[in-house]
């Protein structure tokens, strides 16, 4: 059975930052990546990392969150990481581990997504 598993959200003062982690279980995917959803907004597109022959492949970004975040991968453990810095409150959201047998990010920033995790709440005081 896939689990993909959250941690790493919580409240913090604008400007501050936070690091998410997500650990799959089950099965080891070619990409992962973040989603996030503010209220009463459609789930987008964070920041994808793909691995191809056992070495990381591309890394790709939302433009709003460029220079900012940095996504990275423990291959050893499947873990993925999401380092958030420079927080702002329009990044208040649910964020959501995604993970996909695609081999590019860009499938994946564009919908491509196999599971899902269940979902860890950041919010950024102004």
């Known amino acids: 059975q896939v689990q993909l598993v959250e941690s790493g959200g919580g409240l913090v003062q604008a400007g501050g930052s936070l690091r998410l982690s997500c650990a799959a279980s089950?099965?080891?995917?070619?990409?992962m990546g973040w989603f996030r959803q503010a209220p009463g907004k459609e789930r987008e597109f964070v920041a994808g990392?793909?691995?191809?022959?056992?070495?990381?492949?591309?890394?790709d970004y939302a433009d709003s969150v460029k220079g900012r975040f940095t996504i990275s991968r423990d291959n050893g453990n499947d873990t993925v990481y999401l380092q958030m810095n420079s927080l702002k409150p329009e990044d208040t959201a649910v964020y959501y581990c995604a993970a996909s047998g695609a081999a590019m990010v860009t499938a994946m920033k564009g919908g491509t997504v196999d599971y899902w995790g269940k979902g860890t709440l950041v919010t950024v005081s102004s």
């Open positions: 089950g099965r080891t995917f070619k990409t």
């Open positions: 990392i793909s691995r191809i022959g056992g070495r990381i492949n591309y890394a």
